[in-house]
């Protein structure tokens, strides 16, 4: 009885050694493949790889065809994509006993841009609506570029673009925007139009603001033709709200002297035209009026940015 019993163990024992032996097998085998975070794409825009070969691979061989670099030998490439046309993607990845390829036919599609379009911000693949209103092409929300400076600590002139987000909460910043302060949105260079928008896009101007308050019927009711319908975010009672060129404006309140303001309330949106050393041009939209207002405001106030291009 007790020579069965020991054979026993020992057959469960080589059964488990077995079974050890064959997941370490399947975990040395070599298989290339990859993903991305966008397979369809705006001329211009970046596509990020990202490397999910199994096994343990320790080179990898990436052929982009289209793509600018057109080879790489990073684990998790980033390639710019110029022309439209579609195209295939290779990896090859080899370990000290092998290698692997995986070939990709068709992977991305690179469309000329059109108003309506998704956008993909290259600085950190951000991606935006655009809507096409009166021979304008809007951000269809509000920009949110940049890293979050703590409404406590001044901003700089670094290079980096800086952003507040009410009560210094980036949940706020990913459903409302950003908020900037003028000198930040355009670049501490007040001739740069571009600013802190997306390539191609520009911090509209004072002109651009008077075209679209005209086209949305006039001062007097432009406000409610811009705002957001209904009282999910504006407070009651959102007066004459009805979003009809589908702009979709935000209360996202502001930031004054260190003091968040007004959320739910009311937006102000930047021009890149400066009134004085210390003011620059702004829209204001509130919860209890439809007017929108084309007034001035001080340089140093963190308010939101709605970036546009020509069609």
């Given amino acids: 009885m007790r020579k069965y019993l020991y054979a026993g163990i020992i057959l469960n024992l080589m059964f488990l050694l077995l079974m050890i032996i064959s997941c370490k097998k399947d975990k040395s085998v070599l298989v290339a493949d990859f ?16 490397d999910i070969s199994k096994g343990s691979p320790l080179t990898w061989s990436w052929i982009f065809n289209g793509g600018t670099p057109f080879i790489s030998s990073e684990q998790n490439p980033t390639v710019t994509y110029s022309t439209p046309g579609i195209y295939a993607v290779s ?10 390829a995986v070939v990709k036919s068709e992977y991305i599609e690179v469309v000329e841009f059109s108003c309506g379009n998704n956008i993909i911000d290259n600085r950190d693949y951000n991606v935006y609506g655009t809507i096409p209103i009166n021979n304008r092409c809007w951000l269809s ?12 600590h001044a901003l700089a002139d670094n290079n980096i673009i800086e952003k507040r987000c009410f009560n210094n909460d980036t949940s706020f910043c990913n459903l409302f925007g950003g908020l900037y302060t003028w000198d930040e949105l355009m670049r501490y260079n007040g001739s740069a139009l571009s600013g802190i928008c997306p390539t191609g896009f520009i911090v509209p101007t004072q002109q651009i603001y008077t075209e679209l308050i005209a086209y949305a019927g006039g001062a007097m009711v432009a406000g409610g033709n811009l705002k957001q319908k209904g009282m999910a975010l504006w407070q009651t009672p959102n007066t004459g709200a009805t979003d009809t060129l589908g702009f979709e404006a935000l209360p996202s309140g502001f930031l004054l002297q260190n003091v968040f303001m007004d959320l739910y309330k009311n937006t102000y949106f930047w021009t890149s035209d400066t009134v004085s050393t210390s003011e620059a041009f702004a829209v204001l939209l509130q919860y209890n009026t439809a007017e929108a207002q084309l007034l001035f405001q001080n340089k140093n106030v963190a308010a939101p940015l709605r970036c546009v291009r020509n069609l």
């Fill in 35 to 50: 993903k991305v975070n966008y397979k369809k794409i705006n001329a211009g825009e970046k596509v990020l790889f990202t």
């Fill in 91 to 100: 990896l090859t990845v080899t370990d000290e006993n092998s290698n692997n």
């Fill in 141 to 152: 929300r509000n920009l949110n570029a940049g890293i979050l400076v703590q409404s406590n």
